[in-house]
């Protein structure tokens, strides 16, 4: 078997080998459950309840950039900008109930870096803003009044791509791969891990959820993604691998079951080798400098694993549906959303073209889409789900 084969091969075994390796049992087979393979079409007709996100500069609903949405339990959004750290929340009618957060140096002010901001609204409608700069937690009550500050720790910098609060804790939990800066291990990290940091004190206390599959190595293009979303009971979802596979884990920890497809990974050829090569290029050629000098570097050298990963993102709604957006064979393409349940229930699947994945999820369906309009003005829309698939 040659190198890539090898690593192809590791991709398929998924997690069961981490955890195992992390002192968890092995899955037996009857907890691999096998959704359909067909899929079966939903309608995406969601209603619209408003829009916000203004051209002009005088407007409250001026974005910058919006970095992170979230609901709080009676529907409310909450908007942070990512360029002011200014967080907007906004009534059910899309009216501005009040403002809070700013840069600076005082109680409840973040860091002058732009867009290092994380935001997550918990189940006592407290909210939690992670400053990747400061290496902490900013908490807000539910009337933006600032609480405390909560250290992080650890590296001079850590880098927390997305958070999501657990219903049962006052905890949130990273959604992607946590990455620290100005930190060399003793070997390199066999795992991408998801994590869970306690906001109850004046120090997080941090332990780790799930260990998801690494891939060797770091110069290698179309890496599968390493997405998680929180179930409703404590446990989580996410994705590893180049297949179709949703690992499960209860809320005590521990991998409980793996939802499938019997749908096929596309083999990576040299057309869409050469397609995406031609692309990076273009778009290097408009950033110039030294980033662009970087990436022309790595594209000389870059591997490639064999397959474009089936999966390519992944998210869970309040009441624990979960989102997957899967791939396509086109380059720069999605394709389908699907939609299954933590206990292995196929809900069905939105059409390639029907539906961005949302941004965030709220009470009774509600959703919000982080969108750009022609004028490249950044917006928020907010819609309702019909029942059925929340």
Known sequence: MGT???????????????????????????????????????????????????????EWDAFGQVADVDFDGAGNLH???????????????????????????????????????????????????????????????????????????????VSIPGLQCEALSQSVVSTGEVEYLGWTPLSEPSFRHVMRYGLSGDNAVIDTVAA???????????????????????????????????????????????????????PLTD?????????????????GGPAADFRRTQLESIEYFDEIPLIRDLRTSREGTIWVRRGSDELGIDGPVDLITADGRYLGTFARDATDMPSAFGPDGLVAFVERNNLDVPTVVVKRLPSGVW
């Open 79 to 157: 908007i942070l900008d990512g360029q002011t750290a200014r967080i907007s929340v906004v009534d059910l009618q899309g009216n501005l109930m009040r403002r809070f957060g700013r840069v600076g140096e005082g109680p409840g002010e973040f860091s002058g870096a732009r867009n290092v901001w994380t935001l997550a609204v918990c189940s006592d409608d407290r909210v939690a803003v992670y400053d990747a700069w400061r290496r902490a937690f900013v908490l807000f009550g539910p009337d933006g009044e600032f609480e405390r500050g909560i250290r992080l720790g650890g590296p001079r910098f």
């Open 212 to 266: 998801g599959w690494k891939p060797p190595g770091s110069g290698f293009d179309f890496v599968p993604v390493f997405r998680v979303g929180v179930l409703p009971d404590g446990g989580v979802a996410f994705t590893d691998s180049s297949t179709y596979a949703i690992k499960i884990t209860g809320a005590e920890g521990g991998l409980s079951r793996i939802l499938t497809r019997p749908i096929r990974p596309a």
């Open 271 to 287: 057309k869409f080798k050469a397609e995406y090569v031609e692309q990076e290029l273009e778009e290097i050629e408009s950033l």
């Open 4 to 58: 890539m084969d090898l690593r192809i091969q590791m991709s398929r075994v998924l997690v069961v080998g981490a955890v195992c390796a992390a002192g968890v049992p092995p899955l037996s087979a009857q907890e691999v459950t096998e959704l359909p393979a067909e899929d079966r079409i939903l309608s995406a007709d969601f209603d619209v309840l408003y829009r916000v996100g203004s051209l002009l500069g005088d």
